[in-house]
Structure formats: C-alpha cells, structure tokens
Nanobody
C-alpha cells in the first residue's frame, strides 16, 4: 500500500528558514514525481513546487521562486523542500503530493497520492 508522509513544519519568524521532507513508501521499484501544495485558512489549495522522478525537471509557483528549492536523492522516493526568506503569507498547511507522472503532480485535480499535511506558520 502506497503511503506518503511529510514532515518538518513549524513556527518561525519572517526571514527564517524551514526544511520539509516527504517520503513515499510502498512502491520501491517505481520512482514518482514529488511535490508540495499548500492551503492557507479560507483559501484553496495551491501548487508550490514539484520535481520529476529523476530530478531532471522542476517547477515552482511564482510566489516562491528564488526562495524555495526542491530536491531529491536520485531516483529515491524522498524529496526535500528548503524554504528560505519565509514570509507571513507562506503560512499554510503544506501537503506533499506524488504521482508517477510529472504532468499530473503539477495538476491539483490529477494528483494521485497526498500526504497528511504539515503546518508552517511564519510570524511577522
């Protein structure tokens, strides 16, 4: 059974950094594209970033370009999200996402696997 587990959230001040991690288990022979979405209170879930199965392609939302960096260890189904220069508007629940297709993992309506969500709070 495939499971997606995210970790690493917390409470920080504006300008600080945080690192999130995401691990997909239950599919040891198939590398998946991995990514993150976030959902702030009263808002819809939105795409943040994603990385292809081999790390060759990445995509970022405009709001996080230059501040967030997604990475993965080769074909392993584990990814990290380094978030620097955090702003109060980055406050949200961050959801790890996974799919065998990079095109689907960057499409909210098409993502196959979701993590449980981890809270990131940035105080001003």
């Amino acid at each position: 059974q495939v499971q997606l587990v995210g970790s690493g959230g917390g409470l920080v001040q504006a300008g600080d950094s945080l690192r999130l991690s995401c691990t997909l288990s239950g599919s040891p022979f198939v590398s998946h594209a991995l990514g993150w979405y976030r959902q702030a209170p009263g808002k819809e879930r939105e795409f943040v970033t994603a990385i292809s199965w081999n790390g060759g392609s990445t995509k970022y939302a405009d709001a996080v370009k230059g501040r967030f960096t997604i990475s993965r260890d080769g074909h392993e189904n584990t990814a990290s999200l380094q978030m620097n220069s955090l702003k109060p508007e980055d406050t949200a629940v961050y959801y790890c996402a996974a799919d065998q297709s990079f095109q689907r993992v960057i499409d909210l309506s098409a993502v196959r696997y979701w993590g449980q969500g981890t809270q990131v709070t940035v105080s001003s």
